[in-house]
Protein backbone atom coordinates (compact mmCIF):
# COMPACT_ATOMS: atom_id res chain seq x y z
CA UNK A 1 0.00 0.00 0.00
CA UNK A 2 0.84 3.67 0.15
CA UNK A 3 3.46 4.60 2.63
CA UNK A 4 5.33 8.00 3.50
CA UNK A 5 8.48 7.66 5.47
CA UNK A 6 10.37 10.49 7.75
CA UNK A 7 13.00 10.35 10.09
CA UNK A 8 11.49 11.87 13.49
CA UNK A 9 13.82 14.54 14.79
CA UNK A 10 16.42 16.86 13.43
CA UNK A 11 18.31 19.43 15.38
CA UNK A 12 20.22 22.42 13.84
CA UNK A 13 22.09 25.54 15.10
CA UNK A 14 20.52 29.17 14.15
CA UNK A 15 21.50 30.26 11.03
CA UNK A 16 22.34 26.65 9.56
CA UNK A 17 20.98 24.83 6.60
CA UNK A 18 18.27 22.08 7.81
CA UNK A 19 17.30 19.16 5.33
CA UNK A 20 14.86 16.71 6.21
CA UNK A 21 14.05 13.87 4.24
CA UNK A 22 11.39 11.91 3.07
CA UNK A 23 10.59 8.76 1.03
CA UNK A 24 7.39 7.02 -0.33
CA UNK A 25 5.83 4.56 -2.28
CA UNK A 26 3.51 5.34 -4.57
CA UNK A 27 5.10 5.87 -7.76
CA UNK A 28 2.42 7.26 -9.48
CA UNK A 29 2.28 10.15 -6.94
CA UNK A 30 1.42 13.55 -8.61
CA UNK A 31 1.65 15.91 -6.46
CA UNK A 32 4.11 15.78 -2.95
CA UNK A 33 4.06 18.72 0.01
CA UNK A 34 5.46 19.97 2.73
CA UNK A 35 3.08 20.91 5.62
CA UNK A 36 4.19 22.52 8.82
CA UNK A 37 2.75 22.42 12.43
CA UNK A 38 3.59 24.86 14.80
CA UNK A 39 2.98 23.78 18.69
CA UNK A 40 -0.89 23.67 18.97
CA UNK A 41 -2.02 24.84 16.00
CA UNK A 42 -2.80 22.29 12.77
CA UNK A 43 -1.13 22.39 9.65
CA UNK A 44 -0.50 24.84 7.30
CA UNK A 45 1.05 23.83 3.63
CA UNK A 46 4.85 25.24 3.04
CA UNK A 47 5.12 24.25 -0.66
CA UNK A 48 4.50 21.05 -3.00
CA UNK A 49 5.97 19.88 -6.01
CA UNK A 50 4.39 18.22 -8.83
CA UNK A 51 6.06 15.32 -9.74
CA UNK A 52 7.51 16.04 -12.94
CA UNK A 53 9.78 18.80 -11.93
CA UNK A 54 13.23 18.02 -10.18
CA UNK A 55 13.58 20.61 -8.15
CA UNK A 56 11.14 23.81 -6.74
CA UNK A 57 12.56 26.81 -4.90
CA UNK A 58 10.45 29.76 -2.87
CA UNK A 59 12.20 32.07 -0.60
CA UNK A 60 14.59 30.39 2.09
CA UNK A 61 12.68 26.72 0.91
CA UNK A 62 14.16 24.01 -1.55
CA UNK A 63 12.52 21.01 -2.50
CA UNK A 64 14.26 18.03 -4.39
CA UNK A 65 12.47 15.50 -6.10
CA UNK A 66 14.16 12.42 -7.08
CA UNK A 67 11.31 9.96 -8.71
CA UNK A 68 13.80 7.12 -9.33
CA UNK A 69 14.45 6.91 -5.58
CA UNK A 70 10.93 7.69 -4.39
CA UNK A 71 12.57 10.75 -2.20
CA UNK A 72 11.60 13.99 -1.40
CA UNK A 73 13.57 16.35 1.10
CA UNK A 74 12.87 20.00 2.06
CA UNK A 75 15.62 22.35 2.79
CA UNK A 76 15.73 25.58 4.87
CA UNK A 77 18.25 28.13 4.82
CA UNK A 78 19.49 29.65 7.65
CA UNK A 79 17.04 28.21 9.87
CA UNK A 80 15.69 30.47 12.79
CA UNK A 81 13.91 29.74 15.94
CA UNK A 82 10.95 30.62 14.33
CA UNK A 83 11.23 27.59 11.88
CA UNK A 84 10.97 25.26 14.76
CA UNK A 85 7.71 22.95 14.70
CA UNK A 86 6.79 19.59 12.76
CA UNK A 87 7.25 18.88 9.01
CA UNK A 88 5.38 16.72 7.24
CA UNK A 89 5.41 15.29 4.14
CA UNK A 90 2.58 13.89 2.15
CA UNK A 91 1.59 12.90 -1.05
CA UNK A 92 -1.38 12.61 -3.40
CA UNK A 93 -1.44 9.36 -5.34
CA UNK A 94 -2.26 9.50 -9.17
CA UNK A 95 -5.20 7.59 -8.48
CA UNK A 96 -6.79 10.18 -6.53
CA UNK A 97 -8.94 12.38 -7.72
CA UNK A 98 -10.30 12.91 -4.06
CA UNK A 99 -7.91 14.90 -2.26
CA UNK A 100 -6.74 12.21 -0.58
CA UNK A 101 -3.21 12.63 1.00
CA UNK A 102 -0.97 10.32 2.82
CA UNK A 103 1.54 11.73 5.56
CA UNK A 104 4.26 10.39 7.02
CA UNK A 105 5.08 10.51 11.01
CA UNK A 106 6.14 14.02 10.97
CA UNK A 107 10.00 15.41 11.85
CA UNK A 108 10.33 17.06 14.61
CA UNK A 109 12.53 20.34 13.97
CA UNK A 110 14.53 21.43 16.72
CA UNK A 111 16.88 24.81 16.61
CA UNK A 112 19.08 26.00 18.52
CA UNK A 113 19.97 29.80 19.74
CA UNK B 1 -13.47 33.90 5.06
CA UNK B 2 -12.87 32.02 8.37
CA UNK B 3 -11.54 28.65 6.70
CA UNK B 4 -11.86 25.38 8.58
CA UNK B 5 -13.44 25.63 12.07
CA UNK B 6 -13.71 23.04 14.50
CA UNK B 7 -15.76 22.63 18.46
CA UNK B 8 -14.66 22.13 20.90
CA UNK B 9 -10.82 22.83 21.17
CA UNK B 10 -10.16 20.55 24.10
CA UNK B 11 -12.62 17.76 25.54
CA UNK B 12 -12.25 14.91 28.29
CA UNK B 13 -14.73 11.96 28.31
CA UNK B 14 -15.50 8.93 30.50
CA UNK B 15 -15.23 5.49 28.65
CA UNK B 16 -18.45 4.46 26.61
CA UNK B 17 -19.58 8.00 26.73
CA UNK B 18 -20.57 9.58 23.30
CA UNK B 19 -19.86 12.48 21.48
CA UNK B 20 -19.67 14.59 18.55
CA UNK B 21 -16.70 16.66 16.65
CA UNK B 22 -18.03 19.32 14.76
CA UNK B 23 -16.45 20.73 11.94
CA UNK B 24 -17.26 23.42 9.62
CA UNK B 25 -15.73 25.03 6.28
CA UNK B 26 -17.07 28.34 4.54
CA UNK B 27 -14.98 27.78 1.15
CA UNK B 28 -17.31 25.61 -0.77
CA UNK B 29 -14.78 22.80 -0.64
CA UNK B 30 -16.12 19.54 -1.80
CA UNK B 31 -13.64 17.21 0.03
CA UNK B 32 -13.49 16.60 3.41
CA UNK B 33 -11.78 14.58 6.08
CA UNK B 34 -10.95 13.56 9.52
CA UNK B 35 -7.73 12.68 11.25
CA UNK B 36 -6.30 11.51 14.56
CA UNK B 37 -2.50 12.73 15.29
CA UNK B 38 -0.72 10.61 17.64
CA UNK B 39 3.09 10.93 18.86
CA UNK B 40 5.23 9.27 16.11
CA UNK B 41 2.89 8.16 14.41
CA UNK B 42 1.55 11.17 11.95
CA UNK B 43 -1.16 11.69 10.46
CA UNK B 44 -4.04 8.76 10.18
CA UNK B 45 -7.16 8.90 8.12
CA UNK B 46 -10.22 8.46 10.01
CA UNK B 47 -12.91 8.92 7.19
CA UNK B 48 -13.55 11.57 4.34
CA UNK B 49 -15.81 12.56 1.99
CA UNK B 50 -16.04 13.68 -1.62
CA UNK B 51 -19.42 15.53 -1.58
CA UNK B 52 -22.46 16.09 0.19
CA UNK B 53 -23.92 12.28 1.30
CA UNK B 54 -21.04 10.62 0.06
CA UNK B 55 -18.70 9.29 2.78
CA UNK B 56 -16.05 6.70 2.98
CA UNK B 57 -13.70 4.90 5.46
CA UNK B 58 -9.84 5.72 5.82
CA UNK B 59 -7.17 3.98 7.64
CA UNK B 60 -8.63 3.80 11.02
CA UNK B 61 -12.68 3.98 11.06
CA UNK B 62 -13.59 1.67 13.78
CA UNK B 63 -15.60 3.41 16.61
CA UNK B 64 -16.14 6.59 14.20
CA UNK B 65 -19.03 7.50 12.71
CA UNK B 66 -19.19 10.70 9.67
CA UNK B 67 -22.36 12.17 7.87
CA UNK B 68 -22.20 14.93 4.91
CA UNK B 69 -25.62 16.07 4.93
CA UNK B 70 -24.29 19.57 3.59
CA UNK B 71 -20.93 20.91 1.56
CA UNK B 72 -20.05 23.01 4.66
CA UNK B 73 -20.54 20.51 7.83
CA UNK B 74 -18.68 17.36 8.65
CA UNK B 75 -18.81 16.19 12.07
CA UNK B 76 -17.17 12.99 13.92
CA UNK B 77 -19.08 11.09 16.22
CA UNK B 78 -17.20 8.55 18.85
CA UNK B 79 -20.20 6.41 19.63
CA UNK B 80 -18.83 4.85 22.57
CA UNK B 81 -15.42 6.67 23.64
CA UNK B 82 -12.21 4.26 24.70
CA UNK B 83 -8.75 5.31 26.16
CA UNK B 84 -7.47 4.37 22.72
CA UNK B 85 -9.07 7.42 21.32
CA UNK B 86 -7.41 9.86 23.01
CA UNK B 87 -5.59 11.91 20.27
CA UNK B 88 -5.93 15.34 18.69
CA UNK B 89 -8.47 15.28 15.76
CA UNK B 90 -7.84 17.51 12.75
CA UNK B 91 -10.53 18.11 10.17
CA UNK B 92 -9.58 19.42 6.70
CA UNK B 93 -10.74 20.37 3.52
CA UNK B 94 -9.49 20.79 0.25
CA UNK B 95 -10.64 22.58 -3.04
CA UNK B 96 -10.61 21.21 -6.29
CA UNK B 97 -7.52 22.83 -8.39
CA UNK B 98 -4.12 22.24 -9.57
CA UNK B 99 -2.31 21.68 -6.45
CA UNK B 100 -5.64 20.37 -4.39
CA UNK B 101 -4.05 22.64 -1.19
CA UNK B 102 -5.18 20.66 1.89
CA UNK B 103 -6.99 22.87 4.86
CA UNK B 104 -6.97 22.35 8.32
CA UNK B 105 -8.85 23.41 11.23
CA UNK B 106 -6.85 24.04 14.33
CA UNK B 107 -7.41 20.70 16.39
CA UNK B 108 -9.87 18.78 19.01
CA UNK B 109 -7.69 17.46 21.60
CA UNK B 110 -9.49 14.85 23.10
CA UNK B 111 -9.08 12.73 26.61
CA UNK B 112 -11.12 9.62 27.12
CA UNK B 113 -10.45 8.53 31.21
Redesign the interface.
Known amino acids: GED ?1 E ?1 S ?1 FLSVREGDSSVINCTYTDSSST ?1 L ?1 WYKQEP ?6 LT ?1 I ?1 SNMDMKQDQRLTVLLNKKDKHLSLRIADTQTGDSAIY ?1 C ?1 E ?1 GGSSN ?4 I ?4 TTLQVKP | NAGVTQTPKFQVLKTGQSMTLQCAQDMNHEYMSWYRQDPGMGLRLIHYSVGAGITDQGEVPNGYNVSRSTTEDFPLRLLSAAPSQTSVYFCASTGRGSYNEQFFGPGTRLTVL
Open positions: VQLYYGAGLQLYFFARTGKLFGQG
